[in-house]
């Protein structure tokens, strides 16, 4: 219990300061709410279900970087602008890094459900379903993103985080698909041992 309730505590500190004067609310909003939705379901599932330690720090990582990016916008994190100006970018790039977690965390949660729910023995078959899990996730936020675009016009700008590239919807898909298949290559063995620990085999 110590192990979440650290998790927790930096959840809701880096939560409250994302909340102190950002760049806006609404923007803040649309960003941080998938990283609370997840922590009510994972809270409503806790006693049926526990995740390894490893998918819950993975998990925490994810919910930090969307709420660094409510805190500033993904347009506009200061860190990014910095890398911009140093190498000689077009554009702040940290948009990139939270559609890359977007599909390497959800990818270790899918594939540990796969595993200890056995619905799929085969590793090949597995990582063919974790990918395109990733790959779905991808697709339906940036329907997400679509629809809120239609509902409130300019005001989703912040939100959309385009920066005038008109190929920034696949391109946040291609970062999501990259991430999940570098989840695998990178964490398997791992997250083998790790599920190995609690009694199941990956």
Same mark, same amino acid.
């Given at each position: 219990?110590?192990? +979440?309730?650290? %998790? ?6 880096? %939560?409250?300061?994302? /909340? +102190? =004067?950002?760049? !806006? ?18 809270? /409503? ?17 994810? &919910? $930090? ?13 200061? $860190? ?11 554009? =702040? =790039? ?26 799929? =023995? ?10 395109? @899990? ?13 629809? #809120?675009? $239609?509902?409130?016009?300019e005001d989703a700008d912040s939100f959309l ?6 190929? !920034?919807?696949?391109? !946040?898909?291609?970062? &999501?698909?990259?991430?999940? +298949? #570098? #989840?695998? @290559? ?7 041992? &790790? ?8």
């Amino acid at each position: 219990m110590k192990f +979440i309730a650290t %998790l927790l505590i930096i959840f809701f500190a880096v %939560l409250t300061w994302s /909340a +102190i =004067n950002p760049h !806006d609310y609404f923007t803040w909003f649309l960003e941080v709410i998938p990283a609370i939705l997840g922590l009510i379901i994972l809270a /409503a599932t806790y006693k049926r279900f526990q995740f390894t330690k490893m998918v819950y720090v993975l998990i925490l990582i994810h &919910c $930090l970087i969307l709420m660094v990016g409510g805190k500033y916008t993904y347009a506009e994190v200061p $860190l990014f602008d910095w890398v911009r100006d140093v190498f000689d970018q077009t554009r =702040n =790039n940290y948009d990139k890094v939270g559609h890359f977690m977007q599909g390497f965390v959800p990818a270790m949660i899918t594939r540990e459900l796969l595993i200890r729910g056995k619905v799929v =023995n085969s590793n090949k078959w597995r990582n063919f379903f974790i990918v395109s @899990v990733g790959m779905a996730i991808s697709t339906t936020y940036e329907f997400i993103e679509w629809f #809120a675009a $239609l509902m409130v016009g300019e005001d989703a700008d912040s939100f959309l985080g385009t920066q005038g590239y008109i190929w !920034d919807t696949q391109s !946040d898909m291609f970062y &999501c698909t990259i991430g999940a +298949i #570098a #989840a695998l @290559v990178l964490l398997s063995r791992v997250h083998d041992k &790790c599920i190995g620990k609690i009694g199941f085999e990956g």
